[in-house]
């Protein structure tokens, strides 16, 4: 089983709150991203880190902020919730070089 | 035109029968293939990397074609287990840029 954990895995806000998506791995990896997902649809890129201190935006937009100031956590940040911002979001990782991800179990995130 | 394009599905295959599905990607450059298994509700794991030479494990069997640039799955024996939504993964710039496809949902009947 993968070491990857997300919290809080359910999370129901009011719009214009700032919540923080935390994401921590134990395997030791390098790499780590975060995917957007709503139900039955793709999996979006929308951020993702080399290492300590690197970050770096992804493929879809997004509002968010992310931070590696620790190889084993790479938190996403949102500053004022929108209801646009409901989605799940799952936190990956892996080793340089290899091509398997490890997921965590996701964070569904619904905005009122 | 996308990245990477699956046929979304849904397939509904009686168990026991023999499922395929191919993935077609843009990138010419692409290194790396993989097929990954997402079930109803859950995150994503790792099924198969997907080699050159074409590679199998039990039941599944994973081809590619570079000249085509596509990608195939091909599940044998299907079982109600194997229900679940697949999502091709191209990997480029040393496997540091995955791009996942939409995914093909399965539902295997009984």
């Known amino acids: 089983e993968a070491d990857i954990y997300q919290t809080p895995r359910y999370l129901v806000i009011g719009t214009g709150k700032k919540i923080t998506l935390e994401c921590s791995q134990t395997m030791g990896h390098d790499k780590m991203y975060w995917y957007q997902q709503d139900p039955g649809m793709e999996l979006h890129l929308i951020h993702y880190s080399y290492g300590v201190n690197s970050t770096e935006k992804g493929d879809l937009s997004s509002e968010s902020t992310v931070s590696r100031i620790r190889t084993e956590h790479f938190p996403l940040t949102l500053e004022s919730a929108r209801p646009s911002h409901t989605s799940q979001y799952l936190c990956a990782s892996k080793l340089a070089g290899t091509g398997e991800l490890f997921f965590g179990e996701g964070s569904r995130l619904t905005v009122l | 035109r996308k990245e990477v394009e699956q046929d979304p599905g849904p397939f509904n295959v009686p168990e026991g029968a023999t499922v395929a599905f191919n993935c077609t990607y843009s990138?010419?450059?692409?290194?790396?293939f993989f097929w990954y298994r997402q079930d109803c509700r859950k995150e994503p794991k790792l099924l198969m990397s997907?080699?050159?030479s074409g590679n199998e494990d039990g039941r599944f069997t994973a081809q590619l074609n570079r000249a085509s640039q596509y990608i195939s799955l091909l599940i044998r024996d299907s079982k109600l287990s194997d229900s679940a939504t697949y999502l091709c993964v191209v990997g480029s710039f040393g496997n540091e840029k995955l791009t996942f496809g939409t995914g093909t949902r399965l539902t295997i009947i009984p």
């Open positions: 990138n010419s450059a692409s290194q790396s």
């Open positions: 997907v080699y050159s």
